[in-house]
């Protein structure tokens, strides 16, 4: 088992920004994917970022690209998101997920584990 605790959520103004955080805990020596995914109400979950834990390789959605950048710290199993010239519409509860399947992180059934979630209000 593998538990994800997420923070740095909150409200902040459009064009600005916020880092999330996201700590790793348990069995977390076969993580392959670390991921961020964001569900806005109304709305089903999608991806947001995610980075190969090995190699640190990213991937992003194409709307956040050049905004968000995803990182890692292996020695102390934390996953970050850095959100800059946040806008309204990414306005949702942003998820934190690891996986162990050996494949392409850039979809919520690769992921295993999940965190709780944490609160992103941009406002207009």
């Known amino acids: 088992q593998v538990q994800l605790v997420e923070a740095g959520g909150g409200v902040v103004q459009a064009g600005g920004s916020l880092r999330l955080s996201c700590a790793a805990s348990g069995r977390t020596f076969n993580i392959y994917n670390m991921g961020w995914f964001r569900q806005a109400p109304g709305k089903e979950r999608e991806f947001v970022s995610s980075?190969?834990?090995?190699?640190?390789?990213?991937y992003y959605k194409d709307s956040v690209k050049g905004r968000f950048t995803i990182s890692r710290d292996i020695a102390k199993n934390m996953v970050y998101l850095q959100m800059n010239t946040l806008k309204p519409e990414d306005t949702a509860v942003y998820y934190c997920a690891a996986g162990s399947r050996v494949t392409m992180g850039v979809s919520a059934p690769v992921y295993d584990y999940w965190g709780q979630g944490t609160q992103v209000t941009v406002s207009s």
């Open positions: 980075i190969r834990w090995s190699t640190g390789s990213p």
